[in-house]
């Protein structure tokens, strides 16, 4: 394995901050894993896995050990008349994943399609997008126990999915190198086009009977237009997640702002729009120096050029005070800081 040293990490990070990392190996196979973390550097220097580096804000340069996740390949564990198990590599591009799914006439994920990153972030974040979240479809996650020093299998009732969260995101963070995830997926078409910019879309086109492959072009067609293009405008996607709160949250703030957004969840739970809250702050648009709030979204902090990522950090800190002085809400970031 070649580590390298002293390496800018501007080409691993989706919001383009230009900083520097100590040391940085790729792993490409489970063996890399083992003989990683039987060296010395392990034990020596913190470190982080990265995939895309499409869900992570570097603040400043990183003194530790970037791993950076290549671990490619697919494998059909198992198949029949209904459904299909694929075991996907967890350094595949998820949209790869996605496209090759839809392509064999395997339902389910398309309307995840275009999110960024590797399979096995999206396993750990739990993505989600258009009414459908990843763990929807999963069967189990395989992966290095850091602390046990073995590679284990943890099936999907013990990852302990939520809203972008998962064990990996509690127990298991910093202990747990995911090498490949299995996914069941439906050989017959199974549809969800209950969210509303999807409605809109097969409305103005007049499709009353989506295929799983309409919902793929839908999704991928409202993406383009809604968000940026990364490699043209660094970001990481949404910075904040949507807060959940209880009923009085919402009857109190229902009292002060009767128009703000409400999404109901189960067990007397909202979801309130961060987006809708921060638009109303008045950062909509907003640009001090490279680091921005993107025009035609509120939640999608970017880097215009040459931000650093403490000026990011900054700003979406000034922006959970003025959301916080408005709304009484906390806004809690979806994207992991990384600072020493
Ligand atoms: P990274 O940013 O590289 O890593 C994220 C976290 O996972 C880090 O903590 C890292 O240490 C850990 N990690 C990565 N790989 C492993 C591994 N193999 N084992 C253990 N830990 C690991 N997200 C959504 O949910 N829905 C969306 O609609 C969405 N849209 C987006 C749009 C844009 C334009 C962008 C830039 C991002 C968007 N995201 C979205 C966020 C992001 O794409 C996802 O969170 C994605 O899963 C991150 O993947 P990654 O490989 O880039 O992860
Ligand atoms: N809105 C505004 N101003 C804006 C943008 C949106 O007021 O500038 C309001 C509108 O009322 C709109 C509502 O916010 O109806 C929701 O907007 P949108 O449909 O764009 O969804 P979101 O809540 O901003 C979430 C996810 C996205 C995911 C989309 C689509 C989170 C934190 N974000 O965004 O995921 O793609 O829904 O399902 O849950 C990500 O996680 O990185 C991400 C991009």
Same mark, same amino acid.
């Given at each position: 394995?070649?580590?390298l ?5 501007k080409?691993n ?6 900083c520097?990392v100590? @040391? ?7 063996? $890399? ?19 895309? !580096? ?7 340069d ?18 029949? @008349? ?9 350094g595949?591009?998820?949209? $790869? ?7 064999n006439?395997y ?21 989600g997008?258009? !009414?459908v979240?990843?763990n929807?479809f ?11 020093h073995i590679?284990?299998?943890?099936y999907?009732?013990?990852?302990n999915?939520?809203?972008?969260d ?15 995830? +299995?996914?069941?997926l439906?050989?017959s ?10 409605i809109?879309l097969?409305?103005?086109? @007049?499709i ?14 409202i +993406? ?12 990481? !996607? ?21 128009d ?10 909202f ?9 109303q702050t ?26 650093s ?8 800190m000034d922006?959970?005070?003025s959301?916080?002085?408005?709304f009484?809400?906390?806004l809690?970031p979806?994207?992991?800081?990384i600072?020493?």
């Amino acid at each position: 394995m070649n580590i390298l040293n002293n390496i800018s990490l501007k080409a691993n990070n989706t919001f383009g901050i230009d900083c520097k990392v100590k @040391n940085f190996v790729s792993i490409r196979n489970e063996k $890399d894993i083992k003989v990683l973390y039987k060296s010395d550097i392990t034990l020596n220097s913190k470190s982080i896995i990265l995939g895309e !580096g499409s869900n992570v804000l570097f603040v400043g340069d990183f003194d530790g050990l970037v791993i950076h996740n290549e671990i490619k390949g697919y494998n059909i564990i198992e198949s029949n @008349n209904d459904f299909i198990i694929i075991e996907a590599g967890a350094g595949e591009k998820w949209h $790869d994943f996605v496209s090759l799914s839809i392509n064999n006439g395997y339902s389910g994920l398309e309307n995840l399609a275009l999110i960024p990153g590797t399979v096995g972030s999206a396993a750990i974040q739990n993505i989600g997008a258009y !009414g459908v979240e990843q763990n929807e479809f999963i069967d189990s996650v395989y992966g290095f126990n850091i602390e046990k020093h073995i590679f284990q299998r943890i099936y999907k009732i013990n990852c302990n999915y939520g809203y972008r969260d998962s064990i990996f995101k509690n127990e298991l963070k910093d202990k747990f190198i995911i090498s490949s995830v +299995r996914y069941t997926l439906s050989k017959s078409p199974v549809v969800n086009y209950n969210y509303k910019d999807i409605i809109n879309l097969f409305k103005e086109f @007049n499709i009353t009977n989506p295929t799983p492959i309409d919902i793929f072009k839908a999704v991928i067609s409202i +993406r383009n237009e809604k968000l940026p293009d990364w490699r043209q405008l660094g970001n990481s !996607g949404s910075f904040f997640k949507n807060p959940i709160v209880s009923k009085k949250v919402i009857v109190d703030i229902k009292s002060k702002f009767p128009d703000i957004p409400v999404f109901p969840q189960t067990n007397n739970l909202f979801k309130l729009s961060a987006a809708w809250m921060i638009e109303q702050t008045g950062w909509k648009g907003f640009r001090v120096g490279d680091a921005g709030v993107y025009e035609k979204h509120a939640l999608i902090l970017v880097n215009h050029g040459n931000a650093s990522g403490e000026s990011i950090f900054q700003l979406s800190m000034d922006i959970r005070k003025s959301v916080k002085l408005k709304f009484n809400v906390e806004l809690e970031p979806e994207v992991l800081i990384i600072s020493n």
